[in-house]
Structures are given as C-alpha cells and as structure tokens.
C-alpha cells in the first residue's frame, strides 16, 4: 500500500534568504514532484508569504527573546547592549524551562 502525498510542509527555524540544510531535502522533494511549502521564522526584509524557486514560504514572528537580541545588536551603547542581550538570552531559557515537561517546546504558538 503506497501513501503518496501532493503537498508536504516544513518547519523550520530560518530558510529566506539563506536557505538552511532543510534545503537539501526541499531539492528533493521538488525532484520527486511534491509541492513544498515551508513555514520558518521572519527576518529583517519583513515580507509575507513568497513564492522562491517553486517553494511557497510563510513566515511567523519571531519569539520575544530573539527580537530583544535583535533589537540589542542594534544598540551603541555598550552597556545597555549586554544587558539587552543578556535579558533576550533569559527570556529565550525562561521559556525552554518552563515548557520542558512537553516535549521542549519553548513556546506553546511554536513548538520549535
């Protein structure tokens, strides 16, 4: 009994613009005719919802602690950078810890 899907979804952390190694399998199941559509996290060029080289991409926003490390590397100041940083890294472990017990999510809206 053969199971033949149409269409298969990725989820991924960052694919656009640089694709990660979840490319090589998007390559192949392009050969094998599969329509891929891949949801990843946004980036810095703030576009929604592209068709790239046949592969439709959705993007969902970033978790809070990754947009406050963002917003640090920003920074001039040199002091409120690494606090702003070390704020994002926190964050980004308080929710790891706090959703540990089902299956390392760190957030309930992205399972990742």
């Given at each position: 009994m053969e199971n033949e899907f149409?269409?298969?979804?990725?989820?991924?952390?960052?694919?656009?613009?640089h694709p990660t190694h979840i490319d090589k399998l998007v390559?192949?199941?392009?050969?094998?005719?599969k329509?891929?559509?891949?949801?990843?996290?946004d980036n810095e060029i703030n576009k929604r919802n592209i068709v790239v080289n046949n592969v439709e991409i959705y993007f969902i926003k970033q978790k809070i602690?990754?947009?406050v490390k963002?917003?640090?590397?920003?920074?001039?100041?040199?002091?409120?950078?690494?606090?702003?940083n070390y704020l994002g890294i926190f964050l980004v472990r308080?929710?790891?810890?706090?959703?540990f017990p089902w299956?390392?999510?760190s957030s309930i809206i992205v399972p990742l």
């Open positions: 149409e269409s298969i979804l990725l989820v991924t952390d960052f694919y656009y613009p390559e192949e199941f392009k050969l094998m005719g329509k891929v559509t891949i949801i990843c996290y602690g990754e947009r963002k917003i640090a590397d920003k920074q001039k100041n040199k002091l409120f950078k690494i606090l702003l308080f929710g790891q810890l706090l959703f299956c390392r999510m």
